[in-house]
């Protein structure tokens, strides 16, 4: 759970950044700042540079779940204050892909800055190019347009990826989660889900009557039909939830999604089954 003492006490270790030494690297985050200034609202490739709000920051990565076994990218790094946040508080491992190469050598300052530069990696590249596929974690500040270029890359990543963007959205995919902070701006969270759509077999793994439904998924949701049933339900990454009537019974399966199978509990009425899911 995000609280708010977390977000106070991470951002005001933020603010402290400037005031930090790397003994291994013998210069400050001031150094840094000497040699190259970022100033807002500078251009870059498609959009102009501004930073995100620390308090937003720090409550876009606990909205995300950092957690040391994370892996995130962050879309167009700017700064690297996202990546180097992650690394340094949440012990995360972070790469930083951006197009303007002044800025990528400033944020690898900044990273040694802070004694994070084992952990923390800045690519100059064009995001549209490089290959983040990788990514348990993708972080962006880009523009709504560049969100829906991104999209079908974002779709395509292995399901439970989470994505956390500031300020836009994803048009119709809609947010499974998002901070609204009145002066720190906004940020939208998805967990990339499974694909599911299209039709299924269901046979109990103990054998016996099986069961057909047709799945029809847009984005997380999912509708479709088990025979003249009409279905309902979600999808949270590679975890599925669905149900339906039959006759006078509700159905209602709870499983996890992997590629062509899905490993479900049926439960009928107060009787629960192991079945095993097949696309057709």
């Known amino acids: 759970m995000i609280t708010r003492q977390r977000v106070l006490a991470c951002a005001a270790a933020l603010a402290l950044f400037g005031g930090l030494t790397s003994l291994a690297e013998g210069q400050t985050r001031a150094d840094c700042e000497r040699q190259y ?17 620390d308090a937003m920051l720090v409550r876009m990565l606990e909205m995300a779940n950092i957690t040391p ?3 995130l990218y962050d879309l167009g790094s700017g700064d690297g204050k996202i990546p180097i946040a992650a690394a340094k508080h949440f012990g995360a491992t ?3 892909i951006e197009y303007d190469a002044d800025l990528v050598k400033h944020a690898r300052c900044l990273a040694a800055a802070d004694g994070v530069q ?3 990696t800045f690519t100059q590249g064009d995001i549209f190019e490089t290959d983040f596929s990788d990514a348990t974690v993708v972080t962006l500040y880009l523009l709504p347009a560049l969100n829906l270029r991104l999209r ?3 779709l395509e ?18 947010a499974d989660d998002h901070i609204d902070s009145f002066g720190d701006g906004s ?3 998805w967990i990339v889900p499974a694909n599911v759509d299209g039709g299924w077999t269901f046979r109990p793994e103990s054998g016996g009557e099986s069961f057909d439904v047709e799945l029809e998924q847009t ?16 999808l949270k990454g590679d975890e599925i939830s669905f149900e339906f009537m039959q006759q006078a019974e509700h159905v209602r399966i709870a499983g996890t999604v992997k590629t062509d199978r899905i490993t479900a509990i049926v439960t009928r009425a107060e009787t629960s089954t192991k079945y095993v899911g097949i696309r057709n």
Do not use: C, H
């Open 118 to 120: 084992t952990r923390v």
């Open 157 to 174: 990543m292995k399901p439970g990826t989470r994505i956390v963007s500031y300020s836009f959205t994803m048009a119709e995919w809609e």
């Open 69 to 71: 076994a994370d892996k």
């Open 219 to 234: 984005f997380q949701k999912l509708g479709g039909a088990a025979g003249n049933a009409r279905v309902t339900g979600s």
């Open 37 to 53: 200034t970022p100033q807002r609202g500078q251009d870059g490739k498609d959009v102009v540079w501004a930073p995100t709000e």
């Open 94 to 96: 972070a790469v930083g």
């Open 152 to 154: 079908p890359t974002l």
């Open 187 to 189: 940020a939208y969270f």
